[in-house]
């Protein structure tokens, strides 16, 4: 049913549900976990000086971030591939399903309501409306939304 399983990281420990779901899924799927950090190009954009440096500790948290995945998924025996792309986040997790043949998404979300996630928008919202593939959402608990921050992904 599923080959190939993919799962949007931004590091933080909200991503903590979907990153196990992912892995016991390929596990009994016997599929491929693909570990995507997108460096998000909008939310620097606008900085005249100094981006440089900051794309490139993006780029750094993000080698950081999908190695952990490939730790974790590899400890349970299930093939992983990583990717780091550079983009607007929900559009780079979109084009990566149609370009890789993704058949799940599985993220998580950290269960803003109201006018935070008005205000911020969703990634997996956003992903949800516009992917190819299923899109399995895991809310993260209370305590690791209220630390991480951002949206997922």
Same mark, same amino acid.
């Given at each position: 049913?599923y080959d190939?399983?993919?799962?949007? +990281?931004d #590091?933080? +420990?909200? +991503?903590? #549900? @979907?990153?196990?779901?992912?892995? =016991?899924l390929?596990?009994?799927?016997?599929? $491929?976990?693909?570990?995507?950090? *997108?460096?998000? $190009?909008?939310?620097?954009?606008?900085?005249?000086m100094?981006?440089?440096?900051?794309?490139?500790?993006?780029?750094? =948290?993000?080698?950081?971030?999908?190695? /952990?995945?490939?730790?974790? !998924?590899e400890?349970? #025996? *299930?093939?992983?591939?990583? !990717?780091? =792309?550079a /983009?607007?986040?929900?559009?780079?997790?979109? %084009?990566?399903? !149609?370009?890789? %043949?993704? %058949?799940l998404?599985?993220?998580? +979300?950290?269960?803003?309501?109201?006018?935070?996630?008005?205000?911020?928008?969703s990634v997996?919202?956003?992903?949800?409306?516009?992917? %190819?593939?299923?899109?399995?959402?895991?809310r993260? =608990?209370?305590?690791?939304?209220? @630390?991480? /921050?951002d949206d997922?992904?």
């Open positions: 049913m190939t399983i993919l799962v949007p +990281t #590091g933080s +420990t909200a +991503t903590d #549900g @979907a990153i196990e779901h992912a892995i =016991e390929a596990k009994q799927y016997d599929a $491929t976990v693909h570990a995507l950090y *997108v460096v998000d $190009t909008g939310a620097y954009s606008s900085l005249e100094g981006s440089d440096i900051v794309a490139e500790a993006l780029q750094e =948290e993000g080698n950081s971030a999908v190695d /952990g995945v490939a730790e974790r !998924a400890a349970a #025996g *299930v093939d992983v591939e990583t !990717a780091v =792309e /983009g607007i986040a929900h559009r780079v997790i979109v %084009d990566y399903v !149609a370009d890789e %043949d993704v %058949d998404v599985v993220m998580g +979300t950290h269960g803003r309501t109201g006018v935070g996630r008005f205000l911020l928008g997996a919202e956003k992903v949800v409306r516009t992917a %190819d593939a299923p899109v399995m959402t895991v993260s =608990e209370p305590e690791e939304a209220d @630390a991480a /921050g997922a992904a």
